[in-house]
């Protein structure tokens, strides 16, 4: 549970106990209160026979009845009849003459102090009616035990009270021990995973809560240090991947420059000519060395997200157009057979870096024309759908082998097939990442000797 529902909890308990405590007295009171037993309603006591009782009598008899302290047993007595009655020795509804109510009184009295009242209508009320020659009659009979009634009524009600706070303090307690012992146990956590981090520790996973009952803030701050984690090992290992690939593919010009220089130095290469082609084979591979180096600097520039500063909707047909057009005459030139489909509206704009863009398209375009023989083909397509656009790149050359299909995007990787061709195997791994960043999709499918289509998904 999270620590705010905790607390949450925690308060809800503390504000709403006092108020059931409080709530305790006028409760026991009512539960215990002659009225709740005696006024049934005058319907009620009409059923108990033949009974010359009117509802004016039940007003009286009702006022009388409420003025009955709490706690007190009382019957109401009417011609020899118990109407209502909270006493056990004299039951609603039995007949009882004013003798037997006397000797319940003389057998009892050492045990209760009683009170009889009569009610009186005023003088102003016409007298109750009776069969009888004499005015009819009620009495209110009374009863409370001798000298501890109260003691043991403030007893109870102490007892009571006292239960429910001790409830409260046992809720309230185990609570704040429970979300101490919930903070304290993710705190101690939480600075063993930094303390881990911080020491480098970055190989081995980060064990954190995984049931929901552990769960908290605190806990949730461990699963960001254990993302952060697989984080910075992932650039850790990228980036000495890229350090071993960079020292790989430079070696090689630099090895070979080297070579010729000192084989000029030495005057082991003499002839003017052989200088030459030399100093020609010198100057190609300082450009290539030159190349390579642009590009890693151009990739190590998409990682910094500066430049998303200056992304803005631009007309994606215009673009898609002219590309269409350069390539179709660099796959003239190259003896490629190429054919271009642009059904993109002219207003639809699209939130990009023009250049990325664009160099995303050549390096999918370059790896088409290189990996293709003369006559093969190549084929652009964009098309407009429902909810996105679809750039494709397709060609019927030598294909990707399908174990190569998951790393084909990773730097410096080169698959099977590639590599009879020079490269650095930074081409993909640029499409992907600029297209990863302008929050977009691509996808690839391809069989040996058959073709490669790439896709690229564009969402409106």
């Not at 045990?111 to 009620?138: A, C, G, V």
Request: proline fraction near 3%.
């Amino acid at each position: 549970m999270k620590i705010r529902s905790q607390l949450m909890l925690l308060i809800v308990f503390m504000v709403f106990i006092p108020f059931a405590c409080m709530m305790v007295v006028p409760a026991y009171r009512y539960l215990t209160s002659p009225q709740r037993h005696l006024l049934k309603g005058y319907k009620e006591i009409q059923a108990l026979g033949n009974l010359d009782f009117t509802e004016e009598d039940w007003s009286v008899l009702k006022d009388q009845i409420n003025k009955i302290p709490p706690n007190v047993q009382a019957l109401v007595y009417y011609n020899s009849i118990v109407l209502i009655s909270t006493i056990p020795e004299a039951k609603a509804g039995t007949e009882m003459s004013p003798y037997d109510i006397m000797e319940l009184i003389n057998r009892t009295s050492c045990m209760y102090d009683y009170q009889i009242q009569s009610p009186e209508r005023s003088k102003t009320e016409k007298p109750l009616t009776h069969s009888s020659r004499y005015p009819p009659k009620f009495l209110v009979l009374s009863r409370v035990k001798i000298q501890s009634s109260k003691k043991q009524n403030f007893g109870t009600l102490f007892t009571v009270a006292f239960t429910m706070l001790l409830i409260f303090e046992f809720i309230c307690i185990a609570g704040l021990i429970n979300l101490s012992r919930t903070i304290a146990t993710s705190i101690m956590l939480l600075e063993q995973t930094s303390m881990k981090i911080a020491n480098g520790e970055i190989c081995k996973a980060i064990d954190s809560p995984n049931t929901r009952s552990n769960s908290n803030e605190i806990t949730s701050l461990i699963k960001n240090l254990e993302k952060i984690r697989i984080t910075i090992k992932d650039d850790q290992d990228r980036r000495t991947k890229f350090l071993m690939g960079v020292s790989h593919d430079l070696r090689t010009p630099i090895a070979l420059i080297k070579g010729y220089t000192e084989a000029i130095t030495d005057g082991v290469i003499s002839d003017k000519d052989q200088i030459s082609k030399s100093l020609s084979i010198i100057h190609s591979k300082a450009d290539q060395l030159e190349t390579m180096i642009n590009d890693l600097i151009n990739y190590v520039k998409l990682n910094n997200t500066e430049w998303k500063q200056s992304l803005e909707y631009i007309s994606l047909y215009p673009i898609l157009n002219e590309f269409a057009s350069s390539a179709t005459n660099t796959a003239t030139i190259y003896k490629r057979n190429i054919t271009a489909e642009i059904n993109v509206s002219p207003e639809f704009k699209v939130c990009m870096d023009k250049t990325l863009f664009n160099r995303a398209m050549e390096n999918l375009f370059s790896n088409a024309l290189r990996y293709t023989n003369d006559n093969d083909s190549i084929h652009i397509q964009a098309q407009e759908e429902q909810d996105c656009i679809k750039l494709i790149i397709s060609d019927s050359g030598i294909g990707i082998a399908e174990k190569d299909f998951e790393n084909i995007y990773q730097i410096f990787y080169r698959g099977t097939n590639s590599r009879r061709e020079s490269g650095m195997g930074i081409g993909l791994s640029v499409v992907k990442t600029i297209i990863d960043v302008h929050g977009w999709k691509i996808d690839v499918k391809s069989k040996l000797n058959e073709g490669t289509e790439f896709t690229i998904t564009i969402p409106k």
